[in-house]
């Protein structure tokens, strides 16, 4: 029989409840202890309900460590460093852990990522950075069969990502303090990293094109107006005529291949200001003579429900994530949790910890992934393309902190 990973779960909001729904489709991992400030019985009942494993409740990160193969680390990101510093003391004390998973973004600035991978390496623990968009089935499907294609005419020279909804579902994510900024720290890093791997020649490392220039332009369209903000200081405790966060941010990475100098780029564009069905993720990429594109509003299931209907409607999320329409005609997607890359990611971590070594994406890819949103947060602040060739950029990226994340926000959103 299969060895199994008995997981850990740190947090038990919004992202551990889709890993537990990913992990009812994926063998070898079982939920032995869950701990969280809020909601941890919750998530205990369906993890119970569902088979996933003991789903035992701890009260706090070393009482859990105790207990399990690995951890992960689904608590909001400006709790990242506390939370591996006391599994790191866990370990320290005998706790025989094998893994660390982390969820995006690794850390809000690169000196708390540097912090974070520095603790990781002192407590020997293997890593897994969880960026499911990598590991979407239809993304994965595109390169397999264009690979063909790849192989005769040469690799994708343009890639454009996109994720985009109408906002978060929790106060702290407003908060640019608390979270690192807006949505490009908080999407921007799938979509930038999506759009790096599409790019990658196939059997490349992850980190195999090197990126060399950065631009971006952050921008707070929707949620900046009185309307929403009042709206967003009522529902969320966030004041954005104080601290605003970009609700909209659009760039591009440049990347250079390193054995044929080829350039090729990838666009990212990332929003909670969307105003259609719930959340869209959007990629296309063109090589030479071929392409593909993945929207994920397009689902091959499509309800009605008109206005006398309306009223029975529970809860318009069990369509789409961040639905925001409950009548008319709407897309459903049936296995998010799988389209969206959360099975096959976490296939990936309990295979690798069960084998002794890293994920897929070790920590240290989501430390680069930190760097290219630094810089694209610099880029805007500035108003021009960032030279990442540049070791007096590579440097003062190094404690670089958003004025954005400062909560100066409303020096560079409003009034230009
Ligand atoms: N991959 C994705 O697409 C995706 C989607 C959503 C969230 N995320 C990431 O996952 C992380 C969590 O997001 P979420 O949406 O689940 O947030 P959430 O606010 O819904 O849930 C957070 C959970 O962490 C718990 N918590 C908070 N502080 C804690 C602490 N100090 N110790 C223990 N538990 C604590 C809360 O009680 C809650 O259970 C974030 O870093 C976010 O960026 C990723």
Redesign the pocket.
């Known amino acids: 029989m299969k060895p199994t990973l008995k997981l850990g779960m740190?947090?038990?909001?919004?992202?551990?409840?889709?890993h537990a729904r990913a992990l009812t489709q994926v063998r070898g991992v079982e939920i032995a202890g869950i701990?969280?400030?809020?909601?941890?019985e919750e998530?205990a009942k369906m993890v119970k309900a569902n088979g996933l494993g003991d789903g035992v409740v701890y009260a706090n990160?070393a009482e859990m460590a105790k207990h399990v193969d690995a951890i992960a680390?689904?608590?909001?990101?400006f709790?990242?460093l506390?939370?591996v510093e006391e599994i790191a003391d866990a370990v320290k004390k005998g706790a025989a852990l094998k893994g660390l998973i982390c969820?995006?973004?690794l850390a809000r600035n690169m000196k708390e990522a540097r912090r974070l991978i520095a603790l990781v390496n002192e407590a020997k623990l293997k890593t897994a950075y969880?960026?499911?968009?990598i590991f979407m089935k239809p993304i994965r499907t595109q390169l397999q069969q264009l690979a063909p294609q790849q192989k005769t005419m040469g690799p994708l020279v343009l890639a454009r990502s996109a994720e985009e909804h109408g906002g978060?579902?929790?106060g702290?994510?407003w908060d640019p303090t608390r979270?690192g900024g807006g949505v490009l720290l908080?999407?921007g890093c799938?979509s930038i990293a999506v759009g790096w791997y599409c790019l990658t020649p196939l059997g490349k490392p992850i980190n195999f094109l090197q990126p060399i220039t950065i631009s971006a332009d952050c921008s707070l369209l929707k949620w900046g107006q009185k309307p929403w903000r009042e709206k967003l200081l009522q529902k969320m405790g966030v004041d954005y005529s104080k601290t605003p966060a970009e609700d909209f941010v659009t760039g591009m990475v440049t990347f250079k291949n390193p054995e044929t100098g080829q350039i090729v780029k990838a666009q990212f564009t990332d929003s909670w200001m969307f105003e259609k069905q719930g959340l869209r993720l959007y990629m296309d990429g063109m090589g030479p003579g071929y392409a593909f594109e993945v929207n994920t509003l397009n689902s091959s299931l499509q309800v009605f429900i008109g206005d006398v209907a309306a009223e029975a409607v529970a809860d318009a999320e069990t369509a789409l994530e961040k639905a925001t329409a409950s009548r008319g005609l709407l897309a459903v997607q049936h296995n998010e949790a799988d389209l969206?890359g959360?099975t096959d990611e976490n296939e990936d971590a309990a295979a690798a910890f069960l084998a002794g070594r890293d994920g897929f994406l070790p920590l240290s890819y989501g430390l680069e992934i930190t760097k290219l949103c630094m810089a694209g947060y610099m880029a805007a602040e500035r108003k021009k393309t960032i030279d990442l060739t540049d070791p007096a950029v590579q440097k003062e990226l190094e404690t670089y902190v958003p004025l954005i994340q400062q909560g100066r926000g409303a020096e560079v959103l409003y009034g230009k």
């Not at 680390?73 to 990101?77: E, R, Y």
């Not at 969880?130 to 968009?133: A, H, I, L």
């Open positions: 740190v947090g038990a909001g919004f992202v551990a409840n889709f701990t969280a400030k809020a909601k941890a998530l990160v680390i689904f608590t909001p990101n709790t990242r506390e939370i969820e995006k973004p969880f960026e499911n968009q978060p579902h929790e702290w994510f979270q908080d999407m799938h969206y959360y």
